[in-house]
């Protein structure tokens, strides 16, 4: 555990944005956007699949097959 708490002192810290300038750690909350992200696409996977898999009409079979093949960059 940390001893004291550390603030801001100058806007440099937002310089992580920049990809050419100095590189910073990723905070809590930008981890937690991150986690987030990742959880939002695996769920939405997952739902496609689902969907697919019971799909009747052939159309909309391919329709969630196909999204399910661009959210994975395959």
Known sequence: MPNDIEFVQDTSYSSGLN????KRVLNTVEIGL??????ANITGTQL???????????????????????GNNE
């Open 19 to 22: 990809p050419f300038g100095k």
């Open 34 to 39: 991150v986690y987030q992200a990742l959880e």
């Open 48 to 70: 496609m699949t689902g969907f697919a898999q019971v799909a009747e009409n052939p159309d909309v079979k391919q329709y969630f097959q196909r999204g399910k093949a661009s």
